[in-house]
Nanobody
Framework: VQLQASGGGLVQAGDSLRLSCAAS????????LGWFRQAPGKEREFVAA????????FYADSVKDRFTISRDNVKNTVYLHMNSLKPDDTAIYYC???????????????????WGQGTQVTVSS
């Protein structure tokens, strides 16, 4: 599986961005799809994910009600819609895919099998 993330950029606080992650090499079916981010000097942290069934969604508390994860199974693409962006959202955002993952593992980055290259999001105050 190859993942290609895009859509990052420099925005002001309160703005919106949509990140995209296009997958190739296999179908999205029965695969956990997630977004993580890593700010300078910090560990990679969970942002949002779809469960394996492609229906249930999960969010970090810090982005709940501001970010939305969505997917297009025809295009094999997962999106992260980010609204009301804050300077604390500044980070490199990574998409990831996990095979044979259980739901309780969704927030654990080391259990994902495939990673995109990351896209930089910078939010100025």
């Amino acid at each position: 599986v190859q993942l290609q993330a895009s859509g990052g950029g420099l925005v002001q606080a309160g703005d919106s961005l949509r990140l995209s992650c296009a997958a190739s090499g296999r179908s999205f079916r029965n695969v956990v799809l997630g977004w993580f981010r890593q700010a300078p000097g910090k560990e990679r942290e969970f942002v949002a994910a779809f469960s394996r069934n492609g229906v249930n969604t999960f969010y970090a508390d810090s982005v709940k009600d501001r970010f939305t994860i969505s997917r297009d199974n025809v295009k094999n693409t997962v999106y992260l819609h980010m609204n009301s962006l804050k300077p604390d959202d500044t980070a490199i955002y990574y998409c990831a895919a996990g095979l044979n993952m259980i739901q309780s593992s969704i927030r654990t980055s080391r259990l994902y099998d495939y990673w995109g290259q990351g896209t930089q999001v910078t939010v100025s105050s």
